[in-house]
């Protein structure tokens, strides 16, 4: 069995993407590594996600939680899980994004309206939430 490590290439682009919300919308960013589990994302408390297969799918990837590698045995908790600093979920890519309170997302999968999976690379648990659901739940959503 082959040991899968999360692309630096996908890491790298999720930090473009954060660092290009926060300069958007005037944003403190924390950008170590144990900034980012240890208070959040932002100052403000937004847990930011690039989505860039959002145009090809038309979902959005809501992650509760992670590993760095495929061997590793026991996930991290991350996204609408992680116990931060964050109240808001921003997703989306460079031409659109979709603002939830992490207590609604959290919320749906504790009543099971989502049906949670591994991602491909099975180094990402979550649910797939469709666009047309998205605008319908989301606090606000910008296009870019």
Same mark, same amino acid.
């Given at each position: ?39 959040? /994302? ?11 297969? =959002? %145009? @090809? ?5 809501? #992650? ?31 031409? /659109? ?11 749906? =999968? %504790? @009543? ?5 999976? #591994? ?26």
């Amino acid at each position: 069995m082959s040991t899968y490590q999360a692309d630096q290439s996908y890491i790298d682009k999720g930090m473009a993407f954060q660092k290009f919300i926060c300069e958007y919308f005037g944003l403190v960013d924390y950008k170590t590594a144990s900034e980012q589990y240890d208070i959040g /994302e932002t100052k403000f408390g937004v847990e930011i996600k690039f989505d860039d297969i =959002l %145009e @090809m799918t038309g979902n959005l990837w809501i #992650e509760i939680a992670e590993k760095r590698f495929t061997t590793n045995p026991d996930w991290i908790d991350s996204g609408i899980n992680k116990n931060d600093n964050s109240w808001l979920y921003l997703i989306g890519n460079y031409n /659109e994004a979709f603002c939830f309170s992490k207590k609604q997302l959290k919320s749906m =999968l %504790e @009543m099971e309206m989502v049906e949670v999976r #591994e991602n491909k690379a099975a180094t990402s648990k979550g649910f797939l939430l469709s666009k047309e659901k998205a605008l319908s739940y989301c606090l606000t959503y910008w296009q870019f």
